[in-house]
């Protein structure tokens, strides 16, 4: 199997359909934050504020190099970010979740741990500056995506299952 890359914006449920999918179907779930996170055994909003964004970008793309040498059968879900990461298309299918800026807020928001969920955003804590982030990604996204589902009102079980079809038509 080819591996599946997860892109999208913050909080549009990455993690969630990637452990949905490697649960129903025979892949392996790895999240690129939580590789970032043990590679340097500090949470991402640590390293947002002890050494910057332009550090935390430059461990995307070692993280994308290893991924796209080193891994396969697996589902990967990404930080908001990694999309602009240089060895994207070399890891695998690029599938970008897909859903209104109003929608991810609703999601975010309506969550038990919602103020942890937003917490551990650096770049969602201003609802505001997240909506303009947003706005100026919402297109770099579709052009990087070799496919494109909307999960609006969908369960992580309904998405998984339209991807695992979406991915054996390709
Ligand atoms: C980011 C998204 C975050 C995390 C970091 C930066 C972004 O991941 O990688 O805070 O640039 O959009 P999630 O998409 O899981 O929130």
Not at 28 to 45: G, H, W
Not at 71 to 98: A, C, H, M, P, R
């Given at each position: 199997m080819k591996n599946i890359i997860l892109i999208g914006f913050m909080g549009v449920g990455k993690g969630t359909v990637a452990r949905a999918?490697?649960?129903?179907?025979?892949?392996?779930?790895?999240?690129?934050?939580?590789?970032?996170?043990?590679?340097?055994?500090?949470?991402?909003?640590?390293?947002?504020?002890?050494?910057?964004?332009?550090?935390?970008?430059?461990?995307?793309?070692?993280?994308?190099?290893?991924?796209?040498?080193?891994?396969?059968?697996?589902?990967?879900?990404?930080?908001?970010?990694?999309?602009?990461?240089?060895?994207?298309?070399?890891?695998?299918?690029?599938?970008?979740?897909?859903?209104?800026?109003?929608?991810?807020?609703?999601?975010?928001?309506?969550?038990?741990?919602?103020?942890?969920?937003?917490?551990k955003r650096p770049l969602f804590q201003d609802p505001k500056q997240a909506k303009k982030l947003y706005k100026e990604r919402s297109t770099e996204y579709k052009e990087v995506a070799d496919l494109i589902i909307n999960v609006e009102g969908k369960t992580p079980q309904q998405i998984a299952k339209e991807l695992k079809k979406l991915v054996t038509k390709l």
């Open positions: 999918y490697a649960a129903e179907f025979d892949a392996y779930a790895i999240d690129t934050d939580d590789l970032i996170e043990s590679m340097e055994n500090r949470k991402i909003k640590d390293i947002f504020k002890e050494e910057g964004e332009p550090y935390f970008r430059a461990l995307e793309q070692k993280s994308a190099k290893w991924l796209s040498k080193s891994v396969k059968n697996s589902i990967i879900s990404t930080g908001g970010g990694f999309f602009k990461t240089k060895s994207l298309k070399k890891i695998g299918i690029v599938v970008l979740l897909d859903s209104s800026y109003d929608a991810i807020l609703k999601r975010i928001l309506e969550h038990p741990n919602a103020k942890r969920k937003l917490a």
